[in-house]
């Protein structure tokens, strides 16, 4: 009858998508259930960038440090590695995905207190790599990490991700409806260590546990 139509199969995962509280939370709300005034307001952007490598671990001293970080705030955090996403010149999914850093306890802890609307980062997971299910999946990097962390910090990955800490960013936060970005990227660099507005705007999925989503942030005079 003349008429185009699509169907498409794909992952809530892929590109800058909103972790909704469903995904970690089974009596969390889905995407669409989560109210605009949640997903906008007051934001931090914080380079963290010259201070992280591969595997490395960051805090929330190392926020606090650079930026104003108020109660409430929705935080950014410019790690440096959307550099090595698949859309970039220095394209490196491996290291995008697995190899980024990440945070402990004691970060997730402290989102809590700071009560915040949300979190973003610009690489594969708010949790370190070796605190998800990759530290299953990637034997290999398993044992680098492993290597990198007895060196660093004199810890195994065990002792510095005990089993009750797994996916720390997810399972701690999401019942108290902080949630986060994941894979930022864009025009990221151009807000470095500046407070702002930004807003998330997801897919107003149904049902869904996460969605696509764009992030805008609104500069201020």
Same mark, same amino acid.
């Given at each position: 009858?003349?008429?185009?139509?699509?169907?498409?199969?794909?992952?809530?995962?892929?590109?800058?998508?909103?972790?909704?509280?469903?995904?970690?939370?089974?009596?969390?709300?889905?995407?669409?259930?989560?109210?605009?005034?949640?997903?906008?307001?007051?934001?931090?952007?914080?380079? $963290?960038?010259?201070?992280?490598?591969? !595997? @490395?671990?960051? &805090?929330?001293?190392?926020?606090?440090? #650079?930026?104003?970080? *108020?109660?409430?705030?929705?935080?950014? $955090?410019?790690?440096?590695?959307?550099? !090595? @996403?698949?859309? &970039?010149?220095?394209?490196?999914?491996? #290291?995008?995905?697995? *190899?980024?850093p990440g945070p402990?306890?004691?970060?997730?802890?402290?989102?809590?207190?700071?009560?915040?609307?949300?979190?973003?980062?610009?690489?594969?997971s708010a949790d370190?790599?070796?605190?998800?299910?990759?530290?299953?999946?990637?034997?290999?990097?398993?044992?680098?990490?492993?290597?990198?962390?007895?060196?660093?910090?004199?810890?195994?990955?065990?002792?510095?991700?005990?089993?009750?800490?797994?996916?720390?960013?997810?399972?701690?936060?999401?019942?108290?409806?902080?949630?986060?970005?994941?894979?930022?990227?864009?025009?990221?660099?151009?807000?470095?260590?500046?407070?702002?507005?930004?807003?998330?705007?997801?897919?107003?999925?149904?049902?869904?546990?996460?969605?696509?989503?764009?992030?805008?942030?609104?500069?201020?005079?």
């Open positions: 009858n003349g008429a185009n139509g699509q169907l498409i199969t794909t992952s809530n995962h892929v590109g800058t998508h909103l972790d909704g509280p469903l995904h970690f939370c089974t009596h969390g709300r889905d995407i669409a259930s989560i109210p605009l005034e949640e997903l906008y307001g007051p934001a931090v952007v914080v380079d $963290i960038s010259d201070i992280v490598e591969d !595997y @490395s671990i960051y &805090s929330a001293l190392d926020i606090i440090e #650079r930026v104003e970080v *108020k109660d409430g705030d929705i935080l950014i $955090i410019h790690t440096g590695y959307h550099h !090595y @996403s698949w859309d &970039s010149p220095e394209a490196d999914e491996i #290291r995008y995905m697995c *190899k980024h402990t306890m004691a970060f997730a802890e402290w989102c809590k207190q700071k009560r915040f609307k949300w979190i973003g980062v610009d690489c594969g370190h790599p070796m605190n998800t299910k990759i530290r299953d999946w990637m034997p290999e990097l398993k044992k680098e990490c492993e290597e990198y962390f007895q060196k660093k910090y004199k810890k195994s990955i065990e002792e510095i991700f005990p089993p009750e800490h797994y996916q720390l960013m997810h399972i701690q936060l999401f019942p108290l409806n902080i949630i986060h970005v994941e894979n930022l990227g864009g025009d990221i660099d151009k807000l470095l260590n500046k407070r702002t507005v930004i807003g998330c705007f997801p897919w107003k999925f149904v049902g869904g546990e996460s969605a696509f989503c764009r992030i805008v942030a609104f500069e201020q005079d």
